[in-house]
């Protein structure tokens, strides 16, 4: 019966290594990825926050925009690193944006 109650949680643990910033599996696209677009964003809404730029994520067939916004920074002093694609071997993988 202990056997069964960790398992559960190693399972979970394990699905969600995929989601971390730079962890898990990467999804390589066979184009590259178009201009990125010029977003007005507006006067900020609260102080503290920062803009962060959208970027274009890869579907497996073609190119999304995912639309910017306003983000508070997770600490003080910390930076917004934007996403990017990389070419690798002749593909393309994203770079998740990230603070740092």
């Known amino acids: 019966m202990k056997r069964v109650m960790w398992i559960a949680p ?8 995929g989601c971390g910033g730079g962890v898990g599996v990467s999804y390589y696209a066979t184009v590259a990825p178009p201009a990125l677009r010029v977003e007005a964003f507006g006067p900020i ?17 073609t190119y999304v925009w995912v639309g910017g916004g306003w ?5 003080a002093g910390a930076m917004w690193i934007e996403p990017r694609w990389e070419k690798v071997h002749g593909r393309y993988r994203l770079r998740p944006g990230r603070w740092r």
């Open 10 to 17: 190693m399972v979970v643990l394990i699905g969600l290594a």
């Open 45 to 61: 809404p609260a102080p503290g926050m920062v803009w962060v730029n959208g970027y274009w994520n890869w579907t497996g067939g």
């Open 71 to 75: 983000q508070r920074p997770p600490r």
